[in-house]
């Protein structure tokens, strides 16, 4: 057997945090890519720190790393963080940047509207938003599809209906929800970011007498595995993690080769049907 010391390129795969099933699932396709490509991965988290994800991107670069793909938190690039045309993929989310970073992503506002009007057809008036965690302040693009639903069907938004976490602990969700509904705000469905928040809202729901979806119609983001094993079985939007990041590993390796890529390539989500908005 012939024995090689041929090192294998390496290439940096930053997320948020590795406890999101969306994020660590977008992470490990984008490895087993690289890895039949000829790549080493390397998956850093952030921990939804703005200057950890920083840390990691510089590191990276001065260790060598051929290329990045990152799910960032940040609201800017500071232009001084990486060498010019250094080559780099946002996956999922796009800081502002005097250079021209490739996205791939899915139309967030766009998926936003389509849940919200599926609610709106449902019945529902009072609409609850957890649009998830941003570790730099922005407004988020779910934000914008579902007050555009809202306003397209005579409903004026109303910030009380947009929880923001603060992205300290897991059980911040339920809290908040809880903490919410025990005030007697009237809500009748909840669209979280994730399927964990999801899992999250059911608990704080039947900890104040209501049920899903009786009381309250439930819709999350990711469409984890874990959707479908709830009771009742969640409504889900599918990001399509898998073809997300083939797309996003092909857009680095065509950067790293010199080669010319779209600007932005959109990745679209489905409306997966269950129980929780029968």
């Known amino acids: 057997m012939r024995v090689t010391n041929e090192k294998r390129p390496t290439v940096g795969i930053v997320i948020p945090t590795v406890d999101n099933s969306f994020f660590s699932n977008l992470a490990d396709s984008a490895a087993r890519c690289l890895s039949e490509k000829g790549?080493?991965?390397?998956?850093?988290?952030?921990?939804?720190?703005?200057?950890?994800?920083?840390?990691h991107l510089k590191s990276l670069t001065e260790l060598g790393a051929k290329g990045i793909l990152c799910v960032s938190g940040l609201s800017a690039l500071?232009?001084?963080l990486l060498p010019a045309d250094y080559p780099l993929v946002w996956v999922d989310r796009n800081p502002a940047s005097e250079q021209k970073i490739p996205l791939v992503a899915n139309d967030d506002r766009a998926a936003m509207?389509?849940?919200?009007?599926?609610?709106?057809?449902?019945?529902c008036r009072n609409i609850l938003l957890m649009p998830g965690y941003l570790v730099e302040t922005r407004l988020s693009p779910r934000v914008i599809g579902y007050e555009e639903a809202l306003r397209e069907h005579g409903i004026e938004p109303n910030p009380a209906y947009i929880l923001?976490?603060?992205?300290?602990?897991?059980?911040?969700?339920?809290?908040?929800v809880r903490d919410l509904m025990g005030?007697?705000?009237p809500v009748d469905a909840i669209i979280t970011s994730s399927d964990r928040a999801a899992f999250g809202v059911i608990t704080a729901l039947h900890r104040v007498g209501l049920y899903v979806p009786e009381d309250v119609k439930?819709?999350?983001?990711?469409?984890?595995?874990?959707?479908?094993?709830?009771?009742?079985?969640?409504?889900?939007?599918?990001?399509?993690?898998?073809?997300?990041a083939e797309t996003a590993v092909r857009c680095?390796?065509?950067?790293?080769?010199?080669?010319?890529?779209?600007?932005?390539?959109?990745?679209?989500?489905?409306?997966?049907?269950?129980?929780s908005t029968r």
């Open 164 to 176: 923001n976490r603060a992205g300290k602990k897991p059980s911040e969700t339920e809290e908040l």
């Open 113 to 123: 509207q389509m849940a919200t009007e599926y609610l709106i057809a449902q019945g």
């Open 78 to 80: 500071p232009e001084e």
């Open 39 to 55: 790549y080493t991965a390397l998956i850093l988290s952030s921990l939804n720190s703005a200057e950890r994800e920083k840390e």
């Open 183 to 185: 005030q007697g705000v």
């Open 252 to 275: 680095l390796l065509d950067r790293i080769a010199g080669k010319p890529v779209e600007n932005e390539t959109i990745i679209p989500v489905s409306l997966c049907r269950r129980d």
């Open 218 to 244: 439930l819709i999350s983001f990711d469409n984890s595995p874990y959707s479908t094993l709830a009771s009742p079985a969640i409504t889900a939007l599918d990001r399509n993690p898998h073809l997300l």
